[in-house]
Nanobody
Framework: QVHLVESGGGLVQAGGSLRLSCAAS????????MGWFRQAPGKEREYVAG????????YYADSVKGRFTASRDNAENTAFLRMNNLKPEDTAVYYC????????????????WGQGTQVTVSS
């Protein structure tokens, strides 16, 4: 079993950038496909980005394509989400997730979840 902890959230002005980190412990992160989700108040959880074990396959939701970049450092047991040109509608709690199944673009099936980190974008 893997334990995930997100960090890097905060308050940023529209047009700004943040980089979220997801530190894994318990098992090596290279075992897992990693994903990023977000949930805004009153809205359903949205699958934002996914990255395969090696990092060579990626998925992005249309809402973040061209602005967000998922990456990972398996040696450091950490996944990242770089968010550029942030918009007020990006305000949400962001979660990282992990799963041992095969990477499937757009698949929302993830078994392990972090506790989330708040991202607030002011206009």
């Amino acid at each position: 079993q893997v334990h995930l902890v997100e960090s890097g959230g905060g308050l940023v002005q529209a047009g700004g950038s943040l980089r979220l980190s997801c530190a894994a412990s318990g098992r090596t992160v290279s075992t897992y496909v990693m994903g990023w989700f977000r949930q805004a108040p009153g809205k359903e959880r949205e699958y934002v980005a996914g990255i395969s074990r090696s990092g060579n396959k990626l998925y992005y939701a249309d809402s973040v394509k061209g602005r967000f970049t998922a990456s990972r450092d398996n040696a450091e047991n950490t996944a990242f989400l770089r968010m550029n040109n942030l918009k007020p509608e990006d305000t949400a709690v962001y979660y990282c997730a992990a799963d041992e199944s095969r990477f499937t673009p757009g698949s929302r099936r993830y078994e392990y979840w972090g506790q989330g980190t708040q991202v607030t974008v002011s206009s």
